[in-house]
C-alpha cells in the first residue's frame, strides 16, 4: 500500500482531519487536492490518485467520471469515494455507513420514532436513508423551501428524533442552531453531523434538556472506515474505529482552567501544555493584547462591566480552537453566555485552593473585595461550570499530575 495514493477532493478544505484517520486506519499517502469548479476536468484527467474521497461541493458532480455506482451510490443519488477500476472510477458513498455507525453506537432508538433532518443536501441524503433503513417512520426532510419548512415546523412539534445535516453551529459560526429544542416536547434524541465544535449550540441545548445526543466525529470516522476499507482492500473492525474517534475527541478538547484570582490557572496551564505537547493561550494575556492595555487599566476605563464584554468577546475567540490549554480569568464564571463558549470545545477545570494562599496585588477586584466574599459569590458558578476539580495547594507537578490522572 506504501506506493498507492489517496486524497480529498474538494473547493475549500480548510484543517481537515481527513489525513490523520486514514493514517490511523491504513498504511498508505494521503494529501488534499482543492479544486475550483473550473478546474475540475483537467483535475481528474490529470490525476493519478488510485482512490480518492469527495466533499463539498463535488459530490454530485463526481458522479460524471463513474463508470460503475455502488448500490449505496445510486440510492444517494450522490458520490463521496471513488476508487479507480480499469477505463476509470468507481463511486460510492460511504456517508450512510457513516450515519448508520452514528446512529447504532449512540444508543438512542429510532425505530417506530418520526424524524426530523433539517436540511436536503448531500449530507441529508445519507442520513434520511439511514435512518428508514433503521425503521425510522415517518423521516420528513426540512428545508428553507421544501414542503416541510421552517415556517409550519409545528405541525411536526411530536418528532422524537431531530438531526442537523447542515452546516449550521460549525466553526466559525458557532452558536446558531437549526431550532429550538423547546419546541419539540417529545423529542428523545439529537443527531448533529457537526464535530467542530464537538457540541454544537443545538447539542449543547440537548445536554441543557437531558436529552441524549451525538455529534458527527463518529460519523466522520466510520465514513472514513468504509472508504479505507475500500482503499487498503482489507476489512476494519468497530475497536479500531471506536479507538480513532476517542482519540481524536481528547485531541480536539481544549482544556479550560478556571478558578479564583492567583489561584494558578496560568502557572498550571503553561505546565499542563508543556507536559501534553499542546499550546497555551492565557486569555488575560489576550484581552491585554486586544485592548492595548493591561487589565487595571481597561477596568479603571471602563469598569467591570467593559471588560467583562471585553473577555467574553475573547472566550468565543479561543474557544472556537481546539487542543489548546486555556487558562481564564477569575470572574468568567459571572457571565453564564461564557459556559456555551468554552463547552463547546472543552473539558472545564476548576482549579481550587486554600483561600488564605490567594495574592490580591495588581488584581481589581481582588483588592474590592476579599478573597472570601469573591469566593461566596462565585462557588456555585465554578461548581456549575466545571467538568472536574483539582486542588493547587501543593507541588505545581503535583497538580499536573492530578489534572492527567482526573482526565484519564
Known sequence: ?????????????????????????????????EVEP????????????????VTIPYKRDAMAWCTELTDTARRMGCVNTLVRVPGGWRGDNTDYAGFRYLVESSGIPVAGKKALVFGSGGASLAVRTALADLGADPVVIVSRNGPDNYVNLNRHSDAS?????????????????????????????VFDVVYNPQRTAFLLEAERLGIPFANGLGMLVAQARRSAEQFA??????????????????????????????????????????ALGRPFLDADKEI??????????????????????????????????SGAVISTGG???????????????????????????????????SQKHTPQALYAQRKDLYDAFADLAVDNDGPLADTVSHILEALS
Open 1 to 33: 500500500m506504501q506506493n498507492k495514493k489517496f486524497g480529498l477532493l474538494g473547493r475549500k478544505l480548510g484543517h481537515s482531519w481527513s489525513p490523520q484517520i486514514h493514517g490511523m486506519l491504513a498504511d498508505y499517502a494521503y494529501e488534499l487536492y
Open 38 to 53: 473550473e478546474g475540475l476536468a483537467d483535475f481528474f484527467a490529470g490525476t493519478d490518485l488510485d482512490g480518492m474521497n
Open 161 to 189: 428524533v431531530l438531526v442537523n445535516a447542515t452546516p449550521l453551529g460549525m466553526v466559525p459560526n458557532t452558536g446558531a442552531a437549526p431550532v429550538s429544542l423547546a419546541d419539540f416536547p417529545q423529542c428523545e434524541g
Open 233 to 274: 482492500d482489507r476489512a476494519i473492525p468497530d475497536e479500531e474505529v471506536e479507538y480513532i474517534i476517542s482519540t481524536l475527541s481528547r485531541q480536539m478538547s481544549n482544556l479550560i482552567l478556571i478558578g479564583m484570582p492567583g489561584s494558578g490557572k496560568s502557572a498550571v496551564g503553561r505546565a499542563l501544555a508543556k
Open 288 to 321: 491585554e493584547r486586544a485592548a492595548g492595555m493591561p487589565i487595571p487599566a481597561i477596568f479603571q476605563a471602563e469598569g467591570e462591566a467593559g471588560f467583562r464584554r471585553r473577555e467574553t468577546h475573547v472566550l468565543a475567540r479561543l474557544g472556537q480552537g
Open 331 to 365: 470572574g468568567c464564571v459571572t457571565r453564564q453566555e461564557n459556559y456555551s463558549l468554552l463547552h463547546q470545545n472543552g473539558v472545564i477545570l476548576w482549579l481550587r485552593r486554600d483561600l488564605e494562599k490567594l495574592p490580591t496585588q495588581g488584581r481589581p477586584l
